[in-house]
């Protein structure tokens, strides 16, 4: 198997589905049930909690007992630009819609003269990614945010949909798919911003997905060289 600890029924879920799993929505964002414990040795169980209007309300509640908290002040900064600041039912991931958009991006306009328009566009995911303009955040916050992300992303990498071409119907080998992802983490992190100086914004970010990678996939590490051995002078 491709990933460590890979359930035997992944390919019965598509992409989006296994986006809806990681985080479980209320039937009612108006009904919210908080467990006691999820706040016991807080916030060690934080990113435990995949129903993210769960997670903001115990947030909430622990700020209301500790209303100096800098870094929960942050999370809740954080939490409402990665999932929006209204409790829906569900609440789409930011974070995976701009880093997906980073990548749509670069492979549609590599060979664009519209230059402005492309940094532009990268600049605005990156943004929405707080790797840009987020000076106010502590870089432990931050980094356990990306830690999450990174978590998310290569959960949604198991599905059968991602995992598949031709509407599904074939199937694709574990060294393309693992060759895949290691491409998606490089042209997000490293050649998309590379066309406008901002690697090293991104070199915090790159280091979560790499480590993750190579944590979730068996032979993480010997598939990650030898996706950049191929492709390092990009």
Same mark, same amino acid.
């Given at each position: 198997?491709?990933?460590?600890?890979?359930?035997?029924?992944?390919?019965?879920?598509?992409?989006?589905?296994?986006?809806? $799993?990681?985080?479980?929505?209320?039937?009612?964002? =108006?009904?919210?049930?908080?467990?006691?414990?999820?706040?016991?040795?807080?916030?060690?169980?934080?990113?435990?909690?995949?129903d993210i209007n769960v997670r903001e309300a115990c947030l909430?509640?622990?700020?209301?007992?500790?209303?100096?908290?800098?870094?929960?002040?942050?999370?809740?900064?954080?939490?409402?630009?990665?999932? =929006?600041?209204?409790?829906?039912?569900?609440? =789409?991931?930011?974070?995976?819609?701009?880093?997906?958009?980073?990548?749509?991006?670069?492979?549609?306009?590599?060979?664009?003269?519209?230059?402005?328009?492309?940094?532009?566009e990268l600049r605005k995911g990156l943004k929405e990614l707080?790797v840009l303009d987020a000076d106010g955040f502590s870089e432990?916050?931050?980094?356990? $945010?990306? $830690?999450?992300?990174?978590?998310?992303?290569?959960?949604?990498?198991?599905?059968?949909?991602?995992?598949?071409?031709?509407?599904?119907?074939?199937?694709?080998?574990?060294?393309?798919?693992?060759?895949?992802?290691?491409?998606?983490?490089?042209?997000?992190?490293?050649?998309?911003?590379?066309?406008?100086?901002?690697?090293?914004?991104?070199? =915090?970010?790159?280091?979560?997905?790499?480590?993750?990678?190579?944590?979730?996939?068996?032979?993480?590490?010997?598939?990650?060289?030898?996706?950049?051995?191929?492709?390092?002078?990009?």
């Amino acid at each position: 198997m491709l990933f460590k600890n890979e359930k035997e029924n992944a390919h019965d879920h598509t992409f989006l589905d296994s986006i809806r $799993e990681r985080f479980s929505p209320s039937p009612s964002a =108006g009904t919210i049930e908080i467990k006691e414990e999820y706040l016991e040795d807080w916030p060690a169980h934080y990113y435990e909690i995949r129903d993210i209007n769960v997670r903001e309300a115990c947030l909430k509640k622990y700020l209301e007992k500790h209303p100096d908290s800098r870094a929960d002040k942050e999370r809740l900064e954080i939490l409402g630009r990665r999932f =929006g600041r209204r409790a829906t039912a569900e609440r =789409g991931d930011r974070f995976i819609k701009s880093y997906m958009m980073i990548l749509v991006s670069y492979q549609n306009n590599f060979h664009s003269f519209d230059i402005l328009k492309r940094e532009k566009e990268l600049r605005k995911g990156l943004k929405e990614l707080c790797v840009l303009d987020a000076d106010g955040f502590s870089e432990d916050i931050l980094r356990a $945010e990306w $830690e999450d992300f990174a978590d998310v992303y290569l959960s949604t990498c198991s599905s059968h949909s991602y995992r598949s071409t031709l509407f599904g119907i074939v199937t694709l080998k574990d060294e393309v798919v693992a060759d895949k992802i290691a491409s998606e983490i490089d042209t997000v992190t490293r050649l998309a911003p590379g066309q406008f100086n901002l690697e090293a914004e991104c070199s =915090g970010l790159r280091e979560i997905l790499v480590k993750a990678y190579i944590s979730r996939l068996a032979n993480g590490e010997a598939c990650w060289n030898a996706y950049m051995s191929k492709h390092h002078d990009e």
